[in-house]
């Protein structure tokens, strides 16, 4: 018997069901981030009654959620009216297995993570496509082609965006990528265009304001989410905090040197003790970026979909063409 073969998939398991769990809490704390500080900014209190300073708010709103009527529209389409929350909830959640959240604290290191991430987040537009058309409801439907469009066409500048970086570490491995700005710096300092573009992208992909379109509740109510109630909601409201921590995790990963500080690490923290300091700065990066969200949301109005459509085709694409050609020449000028 192969014991390697059977640790192996037994530690798949225990971290894919750490990670499974991980998505609700990861969804109340975003969620409440976004209700308290959204109200600061405005000058109000927010929540203040459940729990100390109204931190279990969120949590509350988990629970009315269970607690509220399943209504399903008489002429949806019933099989695909279910699958579709939880087509879109779970291309979050299984995006996580790829992301390394400290040395050693991830649970599939491939050798192409980056390729699985962008196949999977991209099955949140099937969910969103079948969500539209399974209510039988035009805002439904409409809100179900506003996100095809918009998704498909901001992956192609998101995953350019990623191309110069690839180039540039020479690897498809987060945990390598990593590695790589241990030893030469954070990469947005070598990807100023790229940096920029992906921040702009990831925030179009995941439907967060300015870029809302899809569920423009001023215009087509709540786009494929009309219809739903009840846990089926749920899923989708978990699913949008859950792929903001995401986008914002891979984006530290990516361009901040993931769990790396920003001094090099101390000689006497290592195994488990500097698991537990990747750990820390990991999430303290992230949480930033997900600040940065929720402020976008409450200080920028919502682009008009000419604009955003616009924006993805005849700006982001040519200026990462650009960044990937520049940064190619720069990896062969400087021999890296």
Do not use: C
Request: glycine fraction near 8%; aromatic fraction near 14%; charged fraction near 10%.
């Amino acid at each position: 018997m192969d014991w390697d073969l059977l640790l192996a998939i037994g530690r798949f398991l225990l971290a894919t069901i750490l990670l499974l769990l991980l998505t609700v809490p990861t969804a109340f704390i975003v969620g409440q981030m976004e209700l308290k500080i959204i109200a600061q900014m405005q000058l109000r209190y927010g929540p203040n009654r459940v729990g100390p300073w109204g931190m279990f708010q969120s949590t509350i709103h988990g629970f009315k959620m269970l607690a509220k009527e399943d209504h399903m529209p008489d002429r949806a389409d019933r099989i695909t009216f279910t699958l579709a929350p939880w087509m879109v909830f779970m291309a979050a959640a299984m995006s996580m297995l790829v992301i390394p959240f400290g040395p050693g604290l991830v649970a599939f290191d491939s050798k192409i993570s980056v390729i699985y991430f962008f196949a999977i987040i991209g099955l949140s537009v099937v969910g969103m496509l079948i969500a539209g058309w399974a209510s039988y409801n035009k805002y439904s439907l409409l809100g179900g082609l506003r996100s095809a469009a918009q998704m498909v066409s901001y992956e192609i500048p998101l995953t350019l965006s990623i191309v110069g970086l690839v180039v540039l570490t020479g690897s498809l491995s987060f945990t390598e990528i990593v590695a790589w700005q241990a030893e030469h710096g954070w990469a947005f300092v070598w990807q100023l265009i790229g940096f920029p573009i992906f921040l702009i992208a990831a925030a179009a992909e995941i439907n967060r304001t300015p870029f809302d379109m899809v569920e423009a509740d001023s215009e087509i109510v709540a786009g494929p989410f009309t219809e739903y109630s009840g846990m089926r909601f749920g899923f989708f409201y978990f699913a949008e905090y859950v792929a903001l921590f995401i986008m914002s995790s891979i984006l530290v990963t990516l361009f901040f040197g993931g769990w790396l500080a920003p001094w090099p690490l101390p000689a006497q923290l290592d195994g488990f003790a500097g698991a537990l300091y990747g750990l820390f700065w990991f999430f303290l990066k992230t949480y930033l970026f997900v600040l940065v969200a929720v402020w976008a949301r409450t200080t920028l109005p919502r682009v008009r979909i000419d604009q955003l459509m616009g924006m993805a085709w005849k700006v982001l694409l040519p200026l990462a063409i650009v960044n990937l050609l520049v940064t190619a020449a720069v990896v062969q000028l400087l021999e890296l």
